[in-house]
């Protein structure tokens, strides 16, 4: 079963960083957009993006997360390569929420951030994805 279990973490793993990578990408496009027809287009994009992939691939990832530790507790919850991955989900979930705001900024026409901005922002998600997969394979706490 956990190899199961484990597969299909990976694959929504996948799908949420795709979607987290794509997201902000789109938020550097709409903010450059100068036309009303783009500009409708990219709220559209962006919200079914967020809702119908990057939501339910983060669900998911947590909750198969969740899953693959439940099987052997005593062992996760005592690596530290284990603690700090779980602190960047943490922090990528935080980054998921942010994209939600500035998603909602943006599709009410009040948002103030530049494509410069968006554009540094897309960036951060392949940080944590680094040293998240570094800390999966290769524990270097353990």
Not at 12 to 32: D, G, K, N, Q, T
Not at 78 to 99: E, M, N, T
Not at 129 to 138: E, F, K
């Amino acid at each position: 079963m956990y190899e199961w279990v484990l597969a299909f973490h990976l694959i929504a793993v996948i799908c949420w960083f795709a979607a987290l990578f794509y997201l902000p990408r789109l938020f550097v496009y709409h903010s450059m957009a100068d036309d009303s027809v783009s500009i409708e287009r990219f709220k559209i994009m962006q919200s079914k993006l967020y809702n119908g992939i990057a939501t339910p691939s983060m669900i998911a990832t947590v909750g198969l997360g969740v899953w693959l530790g439940s099987m052997a507790p005593d062992y996760y919850l005592s690596q530290l390569w284990f603690q700090l991955k779980a602190a960047i989900v943490a922090v990528l979930i935080g980054y998921h929420f942010a994209c939600a705001h500035y998603m909602k900024q943006l599709r009410d026409d009040r948002s103030t951030k530049t494509h410069i901005f968006f554009r540094v922002f897309n960036e951060i998600p392949v940080l944590f994805l680094v040293a998240a997969v570094i800390l999966v394979i290769v524990k270097p706490f353990a």
